[in-house]
Structure formats: structure tokens, C-alpha cells
């Protein structure tokens, strides 16, 4: 299954920053998830990324907050823009084949 | 209704029972059934997938899938303390080349020494 390399592990941000976090895979894939796990809950389901065209924004993100880049097969970004104390969770990014690998996440929290 | 339901527990079982974990989903459509393991502070990690309806077993696990009960089970066997984790029932649904997978609220399973 794909190894995938996620950063920054965790950060403490400050309200109306913004935080990009990285993923990055050692194979190609066609589709890349990102999720959000806010403490002691399950995944909820961001948007899905593919190469070479917009993301797709589940009921309730929007790109303005969420914007995403996916600029190649092995790559993407997402943007936590204009931050605030709600917005502290972890952040996972995914791919999936057979079955879904995900990265070691991204602990946000913003004071 | 939750499209992917499952008992948050906690739920408890002595060492070398068998642990029994349930997730019920909603959409009919769905075509795949995993089950994901997450350590406190950890992400989470693939245990078992599943496909057709039966039994399917991967050494102390086995997972079951009903598609007409839209149920999905994992039982764990000779239950050890490292077990102890949240697991995480996963429903993928795919269509017109757009996928997506559905988690539940996860059951907490605690394994008494």
C-alpha cells in the first residue's frame, strides 16, 4: 500500500492565520482525500482532490476556507485560511486502492 | 439517519474472548465495507475489508457482511490488551468516477488483562 508522508505533524497557530499542510505519496494516484477529525469524533470527509481539476467540497466546506492544490499525481496541499479556535482538529490526508492509507495527520490548534 | 451507525461503547472483553464490533449503514448503494483501527493519538489503520456478502477472515479477525441486513460486523479473536483501540467501520460508495468513504462514530474497545 502507498506510504504517505504528511506535514507538519502539529502547530499551534494564532486566530486569522493560516496554516497549509502537505501530503506527500510515493506512488500515483488518481484521488487524494483530505479529512478532518475533530477530537474524540470520527472523519468527516473535506473533499476529495484529483489532478488537473478542481476539488470536490463536501456539504458544509467551502474552497475559500479549505482551498486545496493537487498539482501532480504524488502531491497535495490543503490551506486552513482565516483560522479560528473551531477550526482546531486533526487533519488527515488519504489515498485510497484497494483499500485507504492515511497520512500520520496534522494536529491544529488555534489560540 | 447516519449514513454509517455503530455502537460508540465503550465497550469491554477479557483477554482471549472474543470481541464482537457492529456497524449498520444506510445507502444501499454501497459497494465496500472496511474496518479501520486507531490508537489513541494515531491515525487510523486498514484491518479488514470486505466486499461480498460472507465471511471473510484475516488471522484473529473476521469480518461479516450482510447487504440485504446493510450490516457489517468484525469479530476479534483471542482478544489481546494490545487491541485495545477505536475501531472505525468505513462504507465506500463509487459512482461516475467520483468515490467516497463514509466512517461511523467509531466503538472504543477496551481488552481486560
Known amino acids: 500500500s502507498a506510504v504517505i508522508s504528511q506535514k507538519p505533524s502539529r502547530d499551534i497557530c494564532q486566530r486569522g492565520t493560516s496554516l497549509t499542510i502537505q501530503c506527500q505519496v510515493d506512488?500515483?494516484?488518481?484521488?487524494m482525500f483530505w479529512y478532518r477529525q475533530q477530537p474524540g469524533q470520527s472523519l468527516t470527509l473535506i473533499a476529495t482532490?484529483?489532478?488537473?481539476?478542481?476539488?470536490?467540497?463536501e456539504s458544509g466546506f467551502v474552497i475559500d476556507k479549505f482551498p486545496i492544490s493537487r498539482p501532480n499525481l504524488t502531491f497535495s496541499t490543503l490551506t486552513v485560511s482565516n483560522m479560528s479556535p473551531e477550526d482546531s482538529s486533526i487533519y488527515l490526508c488519504s489515498v485510497g486502492q484497494a483499500g485507504y492509507t492515511f497520512g500520520s495527520g496534522t494536529r491544529l490548534t488555534v489560540v | 439517519q447516519k449514513e454509517v451507525e455503530q455502537n460508540s461503547g465503550p465497550l469491554s472483553v477479557p483477554e482471549g474472548a472474543i470481541a464482537s464490533l457492529n456497524c449498520t449503514y444506510s445507502d444501499r448503494v454501497s459497494q465496500s465495507f472496511f474496518w479501520y483501527r486507531q490508537y489513541s493519538g494515531k491515525s487510523p489503520e486498514l484491518i479488514m475489508s470486505i466486499y461480498s456478502n460472507g465471511d471473510k477472515e484475516d488471522g484473529r479477525f473476521t469480518a461479516q457482511l450482510n447487504k440485504a441486513s446493510q450490516y457489517v460486523s468484525l469479530l476479534i479473536r483471542d482478544s489481546q490488551p494490545s487491541d485495545s483501540a477505536t475501531y472505525l467501520c468505513?462504507?465506500?460508495?463509487?459512482?461516475?468516477?467520483?468515490?467516497?468513504?463514509?466512517f461511523g462514530t467509531g466503538t472504543r474497545l477496551t481488552i481486560i488483562p
Open positions: 468505513a462504507v465506500r460508495r463509487r459512482d461516475f468516477g467520483n468515490e467516497k468513504l463514509t
Open positions: 506512488s500515483q494516484v488518481t484521488m
Open positions: 482532490a484529483n489532478q488537473g481539476s478542481e476539488a470536490t467540497y
